[in-house]
Structure formats: structure tokens, C-alpha cells
């Protein structure tokens, strides 16, 4: 180990001359970018490794347990034999990678010593600059009732699957859990064996930990509530104390006191979308809604979805266009069902029907492919990411009845990502259920050694590839309570992280009202166009606005670039099925309601009629919690 004034590596390995200054932001001679990846060290020795640092050759201390990668386009190490026991619990946690970091590989010595004490954790609530993002004490007095509650709420929704994992004691820390705007965000992973553990290896039967500790924790911080909440989180606290304490009523009560909070804020919401079958490809496969135009469909604004079609000219294209409309129908029965219920419905019944909602979509399009007689590749599908804002009605501790829960439910199957979006920070909400994905969850592979598979990216699951039963969803629950823009888009946009790269450069006038939402997301589709170029690309843009009174909804236009014809294939099948008729014009999702349609709306409303219904009166009298993420099993 030696002190000195760090260089970074240029991420180009075909760069002739990397090194540069430390501070740089482009590598002075190929003008790449710059990456400054800071990491988080765990481990035995870490603490006694003084900064200023270099470790591995590579890694130079920056702060205790903050470490800059130098080399950023060199792979970590991996491990050599099997993962080690410390590593799986963020393996098998993946799917709650919002909160929870990941391993980014090891550390295989410290000077001339070899360890394997010491992994490297990224997706850190660290800034830029490689500075931790506040503590959540440090926050909380500054914090909205609104946002304080969520953040609750966010720490009892971990509590669960950590246990289920020997990690709750993650949640006992408070240094350990950090904030960053709405989100709460883990440092690393505690064994809870490890608060008991004694100099005595014989040691004794490790008591599990409870409710009641996590209610320690939050007892610490609640004596700086703000007083409309102050009162309740005391009660429930002390609820949590109790023996008998269950984590489904104490979610319910959190539950009741969040959506009272949101409630009480305004809410406005404004959609852009756009699409485009990209520079390399004849026809679009990709369906959005909206479609880019105006629409009095009674799911708008509520619902907005982007599908990427699998099949190319087999019918991806169809496979999407049918996943949308059967949404659209029933996702409006479900607004029409949520709209009369007596009381809110919780997030955990609200999950099953929309879990129900995307088997029958699933359901539709392997009857098309049976019907078809199509076959293993030949299948048609398609991915899916919506996002339903559910406005349910809340009595408030006044008497008075708030019209919207402000509550934003994401559902995703396949690659296609959403991505919450502020002039401060660009959250992945997403995971994608692909064959990397699935080899870190399964706590095979560390995701960058999966990366190197060369079906990494292959999907392990599309709606109507396989039957229902196979399938596996994945459902989260959030709460706007901050101004931002959710953004929806397929894998056209997403690859190769130009999202992350670049939201600030095409949203940045956007958040300072200088550029409408239309025109950013025509700005996502040319910069898709321009850098991936090789696949259909769609977007969708939901502006969410609480911070001001405002109108509930404004509709200021969508644009968009539909301007390729159906191939002849997807055509057949469209005629195969029954519609007797040619398409008439040549923009998909025109908006016009073409006899084409009408087998569509004849299968829908048999399906809904046997099962879409159906469903909410089974689940919601007897419908038992289950937990608010669900995610994708292979």
C-alpha cells in the first residue's frame, strides 16, 4: 500500500494513452467519458486500511470504507470456487435492489497478503463524489409527515424478505439506512448472528429479532415527527411492542396514516409519448399507451404502459397491440370497482387483481399462439411495464374525504424499464427478467460475471410465451409525493445506458418548464435512434406534479412517430383470427375503432366476463397480505 495522487483509467480499453488526471471529466485523448465508480468495502480489514490507499492495484481509498475504482473498464475480481456465505443474501435480495446494494466483486488482496475478507458492494448511497448521502436521522426533522411515514412504510416493507434472509438486523442500524430524496437506501447487509455473537464459538441459541426492535429504532426519531403524525406512530410503536404484534395489521394501520398524508396533496398529471420502429428495422413491434393521440378512453390518465412485441415478423407487433387493449378494459373495470369499494383497499389485494389483469393478457396471447399452432420460437409475445396511478378515496382525520391516495402501482414482465426521473437523481425502478437477472437471484453468479454469459440478456419470461401459471410478475407500490416524471420505455431506449447517461440532458428544460413533454420524448426516440439504433424504440413520459394547486389533470398533446406499416405476416394473423378485414391506414394506434377490433373486444369481454370480474369478489373478502413486491421466479 503506498499514498498518492490518484490517475483514472479511461473506460475505453482500446484507448492508446488512459491515464488521466484525477478530476477530469473526458479522457484528454479519445474524449470518452470519464467514469468515477466509488464502491463500498466490506469486511474485516477494511477499517485499518488508511486513506489515500492503493489497493489491488486498482482501488484507492477514499474515506472509510469508500473506495474509487481507478480502472473502471476492467472487470473486479470474481470468486474462484463458490460464493461465499456472506454474498448471498444480496444475491437473493436483488429484486430490492432500490434499497439494497449490490456485490460488485472482490477484493483478492491487501499489498503482498491475499484475502478473501473483503467484497465490493456498488448501487451505494453514495454522490458523485463519493460522499454518503444523509442518514435518515439527519433528515427526518426536515422531512414532510408525508415523507416520513413513507420512509416507514418503505423500512416495514424490508423487514420481511431481510428476515426471511437472517439480514434484519440491517434495519437496526440507523447509520446504516440512508435517504435520498423519497427513496431509503442500505449501506451494506448486517447478519443478525452477528449482534449476538461472543468470544464463546460455542455460543448460545441466537434470539430472533421482532418488531418490537425495529420500534426501538423508529422510537429514536419519531420525537421529531411532525405533530399531525407524532401521535399515531407513537401508538403504533407501542403496538409493535406487544407479543401478540402481527406485521399485517401494523401495515395496515402505517398504511391508513400514509395515504392520509398523501391525499391531502394536489395532484396533476400530464403524458407525452412517442415510438418509432428505429433506422434498422421495417416495421414497429413496439405498442405504448397512449398511442400519441388525444383520447377519451376512461383509463386516461390513470394508465400508461409500453409493450415491445417478440416474434418480428411472426407477430410481435400483434402480441403488443393486444396486450393494450385487453389492459385498457380491464384495468377500466378496476378503477370502477376501486371508485365504489366502501373503504381503501389495500395494496396487497389491489396487487392480486392486477396480477390477475396481466395473466389474462397473458392468457389471450398463447390462446392466439395455440390457435395459430405456433410453436417454441415461433410464438408471438411481448414484454410489459405500466404504471397505474389508482386514485382512491381517503377519509381524513378531519371528516373530510380526500379524492386521490396519490398511490402509482408498477408492474413489469420482460426487459422493458421504468425510471423515476427529478432534476436530482434518475431512479431505476425495474428489474429485468432476463437470464443475468435470473443467475444472481438464484444466488448463482455476482450480475457482472452473468453479464458475460452470452445469453445474459435472453428473456426468461414474456406475456403469452407460456402459460399463466408459469408466470411471474413483478408488482411494486409507490406514493407521489414529490414532483417527477415517471418514464416508461422498452429496450431500444434502455440498452446500453443511455437513460442513465443522458436524463439530465434531455429533461434538465423540461424540469425548468422550457421544453414541453411532447418534445422530450421525441428527444429520447432520436437519441435511441442515433446511439442503439438496432431495435423499435417507445417511450412514455408521466409528469406527476403535487407540489402546487393545480388542475387534477391536463392533457398538453402527445406526439408521436408511428409511420411504418404492419408486416404482411401480422397482417395474416389478424385476418386468420377472424377481423375479414385490411388495415386502412398506416399509423398504429391511430386511435380509430376499426372492425379489426371487434374480435378482440368479443374475446376481452368473454374473458372478463369469466374471470377479470370475477376475481375481485373472490380476492377481496378473504384475501390474505402478501408482500408489495413481487418478483419474478425461475
Not at 483509467?9 to 465508480?37: E, H, I, M, W
Not at 448471498?88 to 497478503?113: F, K, M, N
Not at 415517471?486 to 437513460?499: A, E, H, M, P, T
Amino acid at each position: 500500500m503506498s499514498s498518492f495522487q490518484p490517475q483514472i483509467y479511461c473506460s475505453n480499453l482500446t484507448c492508446a494513452t488512459p491515464l488521466n488526471d484525477f478530476g477530469s471529466s473526458v479522457c484528454k485523448n479519445c474524449q470518452n467519458p470519464l467514469v468515477y465508480r466509488y464502491l463500498w468495502a466490506v469486511g474485516k480489514a477494511v477499517l485499518q486500511i488508511p486513506a489515500d490507499s492503493q489497493v489491488c492495484g486498482r482501488y484507492v481509498v477514499k474515506a472509510p470504507q469508500v473506495w474509487l475504482d481507478t480502472q473502471p473498464g476492467l472487470q473486479p475480481d470474481f470468486p474462484t470456487v463458490e460464493l461465499p456465505d456472506a454474498l448471498l443474501p444480496y444475491l437473493y435480495l436483488y429484486a430490492y435492489r432500490l434499497h439494497i446494494p449490490e456485490v460488485h466483486g472482490l477484493c483478492t488482496e491487501i499489498g503482498d497478503r491475499p484475502t478473501d475478507e473483503i467484497f465490493l458492494l456498488e448501487n451505494v448511497p453514495l454522490d458523485k463524489q463519493g460522499n454518503l448521502l444523509p442518514a435518515i436521522a439527519q433528515s427526518w426533522s426536515q422531512a414532510t409527515a408525508a415523507r416520513q411515514v413513507y420512509w416507514l412504510w418503505q423500512l416495514l416493507q424490508l423487514w420481511s424478505p431481510l428476515a426471511e434472509q437472517g439480514v434484519s438486523a440491517s434495519l437496526l442500524a440507523a447509520d446504516n439506512i440512508r435517504v435520498e430524496g423519497w427513496r431509503v437506501r442500505l449501506c451494506q447487509l448486517f447478519i443478525d448472528e452477528a449482534l449476538f455473537a461472543t468470544e464463546d464459538e460455542a455460543a448460545l441459541e441466537v434470539p430472533m429479532l421482532g418488531l418490537a426492535d425495529l420500534a426501538n429504532v423508529w422510537l429514536g426519531w419519531i420525537d421529531q415527527a411532525k405533530p399531525e403524525i407524532a401521535e399515531p406512530l407513537q401508538k403504533l410503536c407501542r403496538e409493535m411492542h406487544e407479543e401478540e404484534a402481527e406485521i399485517g395489521a401494523i401495515a395496515a394501520q402505517l398504511n391508513q396514516l400514509l395515504l392520509e398524508q398523501t391525499a391531502q396533496l394536489p395532484l396533476r398529471l400530464q403524458i407525452a409519448s412517442a415510438t418509432d420502429p428505429g433506422p434498422q428495422q421495417g416495421h414497429n413491434e413496439d405498442t405504448c399507451y397512449p398511442d400519441g393521440t388525444k383520447t377519451n378512453d376512461q383509463v386516461f390518465p390513470r394508465l400508461v404502459a409500453v409493450c415491445d412485441g417478440i416474434g418480428g415478423h411472426e407477430g410481435g407487433e400483434v402480441a403488443s397491440q393486444l396486450a393494450v387493449q385487453s389492459l385498457k378494459l380491464q384495468i377500466q373495470a378496476l378503477l370502477t370497482e376501486v371508485a365504489t369499494a366502501d373503504s381503501i383497499v389495500p395494496p396487497e389485494v389491489v396487487a392480486e387483481q392486477i396480477e390477475a389483469i396481466v395473466r389474462v393478457m397473458n392468457d389471450m396471447i398463447s390462446a392466439q399462439n395455440d390457435m395459430q399452432g405456433r410453436e417454441a420460437r415461433r410464438r408471438m409475445g411481448t414484454t410489459l411495464v405500466m404504471a397505474l396511478q389508482l386514485p382512491q378515496q381517503v377519509l381524513l382525520s378531519t371528516g373530510q374525504v380526500a379524492e386521490n391516495s396519490h398511490e402509482l402501482y408498477l408492474v413489469n414482465v420482460g426487459d422493458s424499464r421504468a425510471y423515476w426521473l427529478t432534476p436530482r437523481y434518475c431512479h431505476q425502478l425495474t428489474v429485468d427478467d432476463d437470464v443475468a437477472a435470473r443467475e444472481v437471484r438464484m444466488g448463482r453468479s455476482l450480475y457482472r460475471e452473468a453479464l458475460k454469459r452470452p445469453d445474459s440478456g435472453s428473456l426468461i419470461q414474456a406475456l403469452g410465451t407460456r402459460d399463466s401459471e408459469f408466470l411471474r410478475p413483478s408488482i411494486q407500490r409507490f406514493l407521489l409525493e414529490e414532483d417527477g416524471i415517471l418514464l416508461l420505455c422498452s429496450d431500444g431506449l434502455s440498452d446500453n445506458g443511455w437513460v442513465e447517461s443522458s436524463w439530465l440532458d434531455i429533461m434538465g428544460e423540461v424540469f425548468r418548464g422550457k421544453k414541453l413533454l411532447s418534445e422530450a420524448a421525441q428527444a429520447w426516440v432520436d437519441l435511441a435512434n442515433q446511439n442503439n439504433g438496432h431495435d423499435n424504440v417507445s417511450v412514455v413520459l408521466l409528469d406527476c406534479h403535487v407540489s402546487t394547486p393545480l388542475p387534477d389533470v391536463s392533457f398538453p398533446g402527445v406526439r408521436s412517430s408511428l409511420n411504418s406499416d404492419w408486416s404482411e405476416s401480422s397482417r395474416g394473423l389478424l385476418q386468420e383470427a377472424g377481423t375479414g378485414e385490411e388495415r386502412g391506414d398506416d399509423q398504429i394506434g391511430a386511435g380509430k375503432k376499426t372492425k379489426k377490433w371487434l374480435w378482440i373486444g368479443l374475446i376481452l369481454a368473454t374473458l372478463l366476463i369469466g374471470s377479470g370480474f370475477a376475481i375481485w369478489s373472490q380476492v377481496y373478502p378473504g384475501s390474505q397480505p402478501r408482500p408489495e413486491q413481487r418478483t419474478p421466479k425461475s
